[in-house]
């Protein structure tokens, strides 16, 4: 788990550096600059206006007494895209982006959910009661 992490962390930044000196060639220093600026303003808007309709449904689900299991999933997803959008690069925009689109981020909700089920059937996930 730690080697995965220390990858992720080194060769994600690597691999956004390499693609913005090579877009920064390609279209200029500005655009370049646009690409990482707007992105991230946009996802801020977005994310706070998708969080906000995912916080209502999830009162909505605890109000009459379910457990907000996709609305919790879905906050968390809408978190890491935002905060993905935030991160300067080309790649993790496109992340942010796609856990944003409640469409896309429905597929990925799904996904999420399989494997959390699936840690929890092998044990390697546990979930005590409150």
Request: glycine share 10%; hydrophobic share 55%.
């Amino acid at each position: 788990m730690l080697s995965r992490l220390i990858l992720l962390f080194t060769l994600v930044p690597a691999m956004e550096l390499i693609l913005l000196v090579y877009l920064g060639r390609e279209i200029g220093f500005w655009p370049t600059v646009a690409l990482i600026v707007v992105p991230g303003v946009v996802g801020a808007v977005v994310a706070k206006s998708q969080g906000t309709r995912v916080l209502r449904r999830i009162q909505a689900d605890v109000a009459a007494g379910r457990v907000p299991a996709y609305g919790l999933i879905d906050g968390l997803l809408i978190l890491v895209g935002g905060v993905l959008l935030l991160a300067p690069g080309v790649l993790t925009d496109v992340v942010g982006i796609v856990l944003l689109v409640p469409y896309s981020r429905d597929w990925v909700k799904r996904r999420v959910r399989a494997a959390l089920e699936n840690a929890i059937r092998r044990g390697t996930l546990r979930v005590f009661p409150a």
